[in-house]
């Protein structure tokens, strides 16, 4: 079996400092220029058209592509029946749109042609904020009756890393966020969490009997121990990610670039930071106790 070693407490430094480069241009660029919203959050054009015989998808897309509506949402129905969902269009532009579909792809009849509202309302936003606000209030009990306290604050912190992490590299870069955004950043949440607690389980199991004062030295030793299997459960999950990415439909690639993005995240603040945040909150505290009882147990 392969062996990893790698000073996890030793050069905590050097692991914050690493997270703090790539969250920070990232929180900057949300509070100056904020995300890029799809039409799922700000609304567009509405096509419905009915082919005469099958047509394929990308072709669409590249007719759309060509006019400047390469970000939009379309899906097919039974081969001839295609929802465009786009930014929004004037008449002049949808007339064009429709003439160059009608010049580059069989016939078809125009079905429906309206003006959509945003799919994500700031209602909907709001239950979503409120929905992680209330896994994380859960998340806090289960892993304190469970762990204890500062176990579970610090996989909240960690939690909230690769939330920034994720959403200020999607800010920084400008890229195009739609309605499978949300439910990425919803399982992000929970495939870090569940890594956080594989290595906070071992840390555990290892505290039983350890006689010294500080937390660090077993804190290193546990998630090494455990840190291959980590790696290659994160592994098999990016093989399947990646497929979905570079051979899924183009409807599904912000959702997969997010949880690309979020499982590599993810993963180094599962072995980086929660166990980090959690063993200086711990020997600090001791610290200050035995300074306070001047180096007595």
Same mark, same amino acid.
């Given at each position: 079996?392969?062996?990893?070693?790698?000073?996890?407490?030793?050069?905590?430094?050097?692991? #914050?400092? =690493?997270? &703090?480069?790539?969250?920070?241009?990232?929180?900057?660029?949300?509070?100056?220029?904020?995300? $890029?919203?799809? =039409?799922? %959050?700000?609304?567009?054009?509405?096509?419905?058209?009915? %082919?005469? +015989?099958?047509?394929?998808?990308?072709?669409? /897309? +590249?007719?759309?592509?060509?006019?400047?509506?390469?970000?939009?949402?379309?899906?097919?129905?039974?081969?001839?029946?295609?929802? =465009?969902?786009?930014?929004?269009?004037?008449?002049?532009?949808? /007339?064009?749109?429709?003439?160059? !579909?009608?010049?580059?792809?069989?016939?078809?009849?125009?079905?429906? *042609?309206?003006?959509?509202?945003?799919?994500?309302?700031?209602?909907?936003? $709001?239950? &979503?904020?409120? &929905?992680?606000?209330?896994?994380?209030?859960?998340?806090?009990?289960?892993?304190?009756?469970?762990?204890?306290?500062?176990? &579970?604050?610090?996989?909240?912190?960690?939690?909230?890393?690769?939330?920034?992490?994720?959403?200020?590299? %999607?800010?920084?870069?400008?890229?195009? @966020?739609?309605?499978?955004?949300?439910?990425?950043?919803?399982?992000?949440?929970?495939?870090?969490?569940?890594?956080? *607690?594989? #290595?906070?389980?071992? *840390?555990?199991?290892?505290?039983?009997?350890?006689?010294?004062?500080?937390?660090?030295?077993?804190?290193?030793?546990?998630?090494?121990?455990?840190?291959?299997?980590?790696? $290659?459960?994160?592994?098999?999950? !990016?093989?399947? @990610?990646?497929?979905? !990415? #570079?051979?899924?439909?183009?409807?599904?690639?912000?959702?997969?670039?997010?949880? %690309?993005?979020?499982?590599?995240?993810?993963?180094?603040?599962?072995?980086?930071?929660?166990?980090?945040?959690?063993?200086?909150?711990?020997?600090?505290?001791?610290?200050? /106790?035995?300074?306070?009882?001047?180096?007595?147990?």
């Amino acid at each position: 079996m392969m062996k990893i070693w790698l000073d996890i407490t030793g050069k905590r430094k050097l692991w #914050f400092l =690493i997270s &703090a480069l790539v969250i920070l241009p990232g929180v900057i660029s949300l509070l100056f220029q904020g995300l $890029n919203l799809g =039409i799922d %959050f700000r609304g567009g054009t509405l096509l419905q058209l009915q %082919f005469t +015989e099958a047509v394929d998808v990308a072709k669409v /897309r +590249e007719v759309l592509a060509e006019r400047g509506f390469g970000q939009s949402s379309i899906q097919s129905s039974g081969g001839k029946s295609v929802f =465009i969902r786009a930014q929004d269009m004037d008449e002049d532009q949808r /007339r064009e749109v429709l003439t160059a !579909l009608g010049e580059e792809l069989p016939s078809f009849d125009i079905m429906r *042609i309206e003006k959509v509202g945003a799919v994500i309302s700031s209602e909907l936003r $709001n239950a &979503a904020f409120l &929905a992680l606000f209330l896994a994380s209030i859960l998340m806090i009990v289960y892993i304190t009756l469970r762990f204890e306290f500062k176990f &579970a604050i610090a996989a909240i912190l960690a939690l909230l890393h690769d939330v920034l992490a994720v959403v200020g590299i %999607f800010s920084l870069f400008r890229i195009q @966020i739609d309605s499978t955004f949300v439910a990425a950043i919803l399982t992000i949440v929970g495939y870090s969490v569940n890594d956080t *607690i594989v #290595f906070f389980d071992r *840390i555990r199991e290892n505290l039983k009997g350890y006689r010294k004062r500080l937390v660090s030295p077993i804190v290193n030793e546990s998630v090494n121990q455990v840190l291959v299997r980590a790696l $290659n459960t994160s592994l098999t999950t !990016l093989f399947v @990610i990646v497929a979905l !990415l #570079f051979l899924g439909g183009e409807t599904t690639k912000t959702f997969a670039l997010a949880l %690309f993005i979020g499982v590599i995240v993810g993963t180094y603040s599962s072995i980086f930071i929660a166990n980090n945040i959690w063993a200086y909150w711990r020997d600090r505290d001791e610290v200050k /106790r035995l300074a306070l009882h001047g180096g007595s147990r």
